[in-house]
C-alpha cells in the first residue's frame, strides 16, 4: 500500500521561485504536482516529476474543467489519497515592448496604459488572476479534506509603481492580493488558511536590465533575494508553524516596499 504524503499543486513550476520551491518541498518528502506552459524538464533532480506534471497554459480558460479533472485524478491516487495539503499559485506573465515599440520607447521595455490593448490585459489577468480562482475553486473540496492552505504569489509591483513592471502585470498582482484577502474571508471557516508572499527582486533568470543600480538605490539589504529565501517562507506559510497566519501578504524584498 502506497505511503500518503502530503501533496502541493504548484503553477509555474519550470524556473525561479517555483523550482525552488518544488527543491524545497520535494526535500520535506512532499509528493509535488506541478503545472506548467513548459514541458516537464528532465533534468529536474526529483522522482515522479514527470508522471506529476501538467503542461498548460493558464491563458487558455475554456481548458480549466479538464485541468480540474487531471488534477483531481492525481490527488486521488492512495499516494494522496484525495487530499490536497497545499496550493501554490505562483505563474505570473509580465510581457514587455518589443522591436519597434521599445525603439520609440528609449530602450525602455516597461508596457504602460498607452501601451496595452485588450488582448494583453486580457492573456495577464487569466494568467495571473482568474487562474488563481478558478483552481482554487475547483479543488476547494480536496483543500478542505486536508485542512489545507494556499499560497498566492503576489509582488512588490502591486503595491507600488515598479520601473520594470507593466500596467498589466501591476494591476493584476493588486487584484490577486484582494482576491487573497476574499479566499481568506471564504476558506477559513474551513479549516483553509490563504495568504499571499509579494516578492521583490529575485535573483532569477528574468531580471531586467538595470536591476544593479535599483538595488544599489532601493533596496536597504543592498543585495538581491535568493529564489530558495522566497520557497522557505512559501513553506513556513504552507506548514502548522503559521496555523493562526490567514489572509496576509507578507513582503520578501529586503526592505524595498519601506
Known sequence: MATLKKTLLLTGASRGIGHATVKHFHAAEWRVITVSRQPFDKICPWPQGEKDH???????????????????????????????????????????????????????????????????????????????????????????????????VTSIAGGKVHPFAGVAYATSKAALAALTREMAHDFGPHGVRCNAIAPGEIDTSILSPGTDALVEKEIPMKRLGKPSEVAQLIYFLCTSQSSYVNGAEIHVNGGEHV
Open 54 to 152: 501538467i503542461q498548460l497554459d493558464l491563458n487558455e480558460m475554456s481548458h480549466f474543467d479538464d485541468v480540474i479533472a487531471r488534477v483531481k485524478a492525481k490527488l486521488a491516487e492512495p499516494e494522496s489519497g484525495g487530499k490536497l495539503a497545499a496550493l501554490v499559485n505562483n505563474a505570473g506573465i509580465s510581457p514587455k515592448l518589443t522591436g519597434a515599440k521599445l525603439v520609440e520607447a528609449n530602450g525602455k521595455p516597461r508596457m504602460g496604459v498607452l501601451d496595452t490593448d485588450i488582448a494583453i490585459w486580457q492573456n495577464v489577468f487569466n494568467v495571473n488572476l482568474f487562474a488563481t480562482a478558478l483552481l482554487a475553486r475547483g479543488l476547494f473540496d480536496e483543500l478542505k479534506v486536508a485542512q489545507g492552505s494556499v499560497v498566492n
